[in-house]
């Protein structure tokens, strides 16, 4: 089956700044793909390109088979596109900017209810609101709405959960699911490494450069190092005696707790916890955890940084 | 063609959802018409003028009082001393400085001429300028009745002209002088290019703003279907206003409209598309509505200032002058003077409009260009 996104060799500069060093990626139909990586990683510059706003400066990317610069016309048609700001007309209500839309792709709202029922359900009671006068959860269903009325094949969602709640959240993401069910390939980006578990496969990006793709299961099986989850009261000084324990391969704050690994293969955490006694750290618990797609990030990471 | 009915559908639901928009459309024309019809005109009253005669004389006393018998002055303060004379010009309690020399009769019999210094207060140079004027006419006035009165050799005097020389005229076109029908039309020209110039690039700005620009170029929607969307409200709005604004002026001051309707509004629809395009190039070059409103404001300043409306154009020096030939204010100004009050037909402005069409076509072409350009 052909690739629903091909991109080869691509990358985008602007002046001295290199936003996406020659990315190649494949997304297969009907996947949900999740671009994971923090902010200014270039997530938003691919998508951009991928939507046809913005122009390569090197490498060729197709959507459905058409590339991105010559046939911007075919892929508009045949793509939904949610940026990661409100962009709907904030002083049109609901229903004025669903029509608009609608109009715009030569299509109507009843013409396509099906698919958009789910999600439209639920703010068609707010229907005569003004779009600016909605909540933040529903200005995004409401967009949702808007970037899939024509059934596009393809779906760029830009950081759609950025400034969400969480209960919105989660739903957001059952209703991409859904979707999924109706054969549409979606990609999303996202700066929350929790979400990255709800992708059918994920890549991890970083500074423009793609760290690795695979599912959220292959990413985490590529964790190599035993890895433990260091308590203490002061978390501070834990961070700082366990940054200079000379055995140390990595320690990264993760809420509560600090995770640890340790570059020795027979690892025995009592060791540690003497080394942190005599630092003057005298609370300190450790425990075996398992890897999360946070912790490959930053092994990945920390991996890039040390190669380059 | 439907999406394009759609866009202006939507575009007329905003304007008019728009608080401050919706309201200036209708009181911006009142406004202008009623304040500044009354308050713009060139005509100086009660100047302000201070009397010092060295002379006392029969002649003195006989200039003295046409001065007073003119409207145009008010005699605020007399004296025999001329720098008590200054020192009320400097505390701005006088306008004009006259003084009559001492042995003025006399020398006006003897040699037929005699001298007075005005002193203008030029911190206002039209004041000055026409006070000086003004003072000069009540002078010359003198002349006259001196010569006829053959209290004077008859001798061309110093204006150069004989007494005997009458001249008559009449004011065609407006026979009264009067300022407001000569103002008006130019208030009318002024309130469609505001409405042309800056609403239209504030509004494709606003989007740009927003970020709702991004949402409707992924769409299939076309650039110029966008910028006809965008632009023509304003068009129709423009023309709106055109036609309240002549209904005002026509029920306040009842200025006379000689000319045809449909050649006004032809050709303000022709010069509203340069407007337009100056309002959608302004938007091609500016990324807020802050900044779009600011390059508008700078634009206009210049074109109201040398449209013609404030200063003749014939009083610019030379180069200025040819400025104003870039100026597409200055056309429509004149093209609604010449249609209202003169009833000028197509062929009496052939030529302006062969300007704005070459203009219109030079500067959307320009701001299409740009569009794109900045687009990729």
């Not at chain 2, 001798?155 to 005997?164: D, F, I, Q």
């Not at chain 2, 129709?236 to 005002?248: C, Y």
Request: with cysteine.
């Amino acid at each position: 089956m052909n690739p629903a996104i091909q991109i080869s060799g691509l990358s985008k500069h602007y002046g001295e700044l290199q936003a996406l060093q020659s990315v190649d990626l494949s997304i297969a139909p009907g996947e949900l793909f999740g671009l994971i990586g923090p902010d200014g990683a270039g997530k938003t510059s691919l998508i951009r390109i991928l939507a046809t706003l913005l122009l390569p400066t090197e490498g060729t990317a197709s959507v459905l088979g058409k590339d991105v610069v010559k046939h911007y016309r075919f892929i508009r048609r045949n793509m939904g596109y949610m940026p990661g700001r409100f962009s709907l007309y904030y002083d049109l209500s609901v229903e004025e900017n669903i029509s608009l839309f609608a109009t715009i792709f030569g299509t109507t709202l009843q013409e396509n209810y099906e698919l958009v029922r789910e999600i439209y359900s639920q703010i068609e009671p707010f229907k005569d609101r003004k779009a600016g006068a909605l909540s933040g959860g529903m200005k995004q269903k409401l967009a949702l709405s808007c970037a899939l009325i024509h059934r596009p094949k393809v779906l760029f969602l830009d950081e759609p959960t950025t400034g969400v709640d969480a209960v919105s959240r989660r739903e957001f993401w059952g209703m991409l699911q859904n979707l999924k069910a109706h054969g549409i390939t979606i990609l999303v980006s996202t700066p929350y490494m929790d979400e990255a578990g709800l992708c059918d496969r994920i890549a991890l990006i970083q500074k423009g450069n793609i760290l690795a793709v695979d599912s959220p299961g292959g990413i985490v099986s590529q964790f190599e190092r035993p890895l433990y989850a260091v308590r203490a009261a002061d978390k501070y000084h834990l961070l700082k005696s366990l940054r200079s324990y000379p055995y140390a391969h990595s320690a990264f704050s993760f809420g509560d707790s600090i995770h640890y690994t340790d570059q020795r293969g027979a690892f025995a955490p009592e060791s540690l916890l003497t080394y942190l006694e005599g630092q003057g750290v005298k609370d300190a618990q450790i425990e075996p955890i398992q890897a999360g797609v946070e912790d490959c990030f930053m092994a990945l990471m920390q991996r890039h940084e040390t190669s380059h | 063609m439907r999406t394009i009915r759609f866009l202006l559908f939507k575009e007329f639901r905003q304007i008019f959802r728009n608080r401050a928009i919706l309201p200036l459309i209708f009181v911006v024309p009142i406004v202008q018409l009623i304040i500044l019809a009354n308050a713009a005109t060139y005509e100086i009253k009660g100047l302000k003028l201070y009397w010092v005669d060295h002379d006392l004389s029969a002649s003195s006393r006989l200039l003295y009082s046409k001065f007073e018998a003119s409207s145009y002055f008010e005699i605020t303060g007399t004296g025999f001393d001329k720098r008590a004379g200054e020192a009320a010009l400097m505390r701005d309690q006088a306008d004009i400085l006259l003084e009559v020399p001492s042995n003025f009769e006399r020398d006006l019999m003897r040699e037929g001429s005699a001298g007075i210094q005005l002193l203008a207060n030029a911190v206002d140079g039209v004041k000055a300028g026409l006070g000086t004027a003004y003072a000069q006419a009540v002078i010359g006035g003198m002349n006259v009745q001196l010569l006829s009165e053959q209290r004077l050799p008859a001798l061309p005097t110093a204006g150069g002209r004989p007494a005997k020389l009458d001249i008559t005229f009449s004011n065609w076109f407006n026979p009264h002088l009067d300022y407001k029908t000569f103002m008006v039309p130019g208030i009318l020209a002024l309130l469609v290019t505001l409405i042309g110039s800056f609403l239209s690039s504030m509004n494709i700005v606003r989007e740009k703003e927003l970020g709702t620009i991004e949402q409707i170029n992924v769409t299939p929607i076309r650039k110029y279907q966008f910028i006809v969307g965008k632009l023509m409200p304003f068009w129709i709005i423009a023309l709106f206003e055109l036609a309240f604004g002549l209904v005002i002026a026509k029920l306040l001051y009842d200025i006379p409209f000689v000319g045809s309707l449909w050649l006004l509004f032809g050709f303000a629809g022709l010069y509203l598309l340069v407007v337009l395009g100056i309002g959608l190039f302004i938007s091609t070059i500016t990324e807020t509505q802050q900044q779009a409103m600011f390059v508008s404001w700078f634009i206009m300043m210049i074109f109201v200032l040398m449209s013609g409306m404030f200063t003749a154009i014939e009083n610019m020096p030379g180069w200025a002058q040819q400025i104003t030939y870039l100026n597409p204010i200055r056309y429509f100004i004149e093209v609604i003077r010449m249609v209202m009050l003169k009833g000028a037909s197509f062929n009496d402005i052939q030529w302006h409009v062969g300007v704005m069409a070459g203009y219109a076509l030079v500067i959307n072409a320009l701001a299409v260009w740009n569009y794109r350009k900045r687009l990729s």
